[in-house]
């Protein structure tokens, strides 16, 4: 049995996709992840405060 220790926890909507990369090179396709990656989190931080 797991002990539930009560905690701070905040929720919002989200949405998810999943999406396939395609490119000539890993090297490009990591880097094009890693954008991805980085726009939704700034979306996230924007809608949350209120942008």
């Known amino acids: 049995m797991v002990e539930i220790e009560e905690t701070f926890a ?3 909507g989200a949405q998810a ?3 396939l990369i395609t490119a000539d090179t890993e ?4 880097e094009t992840a890693q954008n ?3 726009f ?5 931080i924007s809608n949350h405060r209120g942008y």
Do not use: K, N, Y
């Not at 090297?27 to 990591?30: D, G, K, S, V």
């Not at 939704?40 to 996230?44: D, E, L």
């Open 10 to 12: 905040e929720a919002f």
């Open 27 to 30: 090297e490009t396709a990591l």
């Open 40 to 44: 939704g989190v700034s979306m996230i």
């Open 36 to 38: 991805i990656i980085g």
């Open 17 to 19: 996709i999943r999406l």
